[in-house]
């Protein structure tokens, strides 16, 4: 356990249900050691069942600034985006007031969907990792590609739903515990999940109100402090 902070018991994991672009102002300024995220990228996604992202047209940026207001001096944000928008994300990140330091490669093992006779099998996605101020890793240096299978779509409560392992290696790589992470998109809870299991307090943002709901029940149900990280 951190030096100073909560201890396992008073640890809070909560998901508000609303849009991130108002509730991220409501936040306590400088309050969250990790902003860890996977917003629209702006691809227009529709998964094989038909399901769309919410504003994913254009690539979601706009809460960045806010992002930026959240996080504490020495704190850091990771960003999920993909190859073909990762440029409008960097910039984005910039203008933010972070500094970018590393692009983190998530290999999914299992290759995904798209045009099979003219793309290369699209099998990683990209994490934009930037900090605020002077930042140093508190477990030693990470590795910039991380492999962890994608769950299968039988196992998805959303359809871009990142595996809770993956986020826990980014969770562990970047915080203490006790830290606060932060999700503006936070989809069905994968980030919270992790935070709980790995001893963070976690408060997530969600537009949707059958996704707050899933996400309120897997977080419910997740171990609290199950490991010492």
């Avoid at 990683?124 to 477990?139: D, L, S, Y």
């Avoid at 196992?155 to 932060?182: F, M, N, S």
Wanted: positive net charge; aromatic residues 10%; charged residues 25%.
């Amino acid at each position: 356990m951190a030096k100073d902070g909560p201890t396992p018991d008073r640890l809070s994991h909560t998901v508000r249900f609303g849009d991130c672009m108002q509730i991220l102002p409501k936040l306590k300024p400088e309050s969250a050691r990790l902003v860890l995220t996977d917003p629209p990228y702006g691809i227009a996604y529709e998964s094989t069942k038909g399901v769309r992202i919410a504003n994913d047209d254009n690539p979601f940026i706009w809460w960045m600034r806010e992002a930026f207001r959240v996080v504490a001096p020495g704190g850091s944000m990771l960003c999920f985006c993909r190859w073909d928008v990762q440029e409008v994300f960097r910039v984005a990140v910039q203008a933010a007031g972070f500094t970018l330091k590393s692009q983190v490669v998530w290999d999914k093992d299992w290759p995904g969907m798209g045009d099979t006779g003219a793309t290369f099998s699209p099998i990683h996605e990209v994490i934009w990792f930037a900090v605020k101020g002077r930042f140093k890793f508190p477990a030693g240096r990470p590795r910039s590609v991380i492999r962890v299978r994608r769950p299968a779509s039988q196992h998805r409560t959303h359809p871009t739903e990142k595996p809770v392992e993956l986020l826990e290696q980014l969770i562990t790589a970047t915080t203490r515990p006790g830290d606060l992470v932060v999700d503006p998109f936070a989809g069905t809870g994968s980030s919270g999940v992790a935070a709980k299991q790995t001893g963070r307090s976690w408060t997530g943002i969600e537009l949707h109100p059958e996704y707050v709901e899933i996400a309120r029940s897997r977080i419910r149900a997740s171990r609290r402090y199950t490991r010492d990280c």
